[in-house]
């Protein structure tokens, strides 16, 4: 169940362009943005 979670997560981040090519040099830089993308969609998800 939580595999099946994870599997559509990816999809809905790709909508972020910065992360779908990635333009940081740096994995922490890279993995911030991932963490803004997740929060954007679960701002998203709990304002609607």
Do not use: C, H, S
């Amino acid at each position: 169940m939580l595999q099946t979670k994870i599997e559509r997560l990816f999809p809905w981040l790709q909508y972020f362009r910065r992360l779908v090519v990635r333009y940081e040099y740096y994995d922490f830089n890279f993995d911030g943005f991932i963490a803004f993308g997740y929060v954007m969609l679960l701002l998203g998800y709990f304002l609607r």
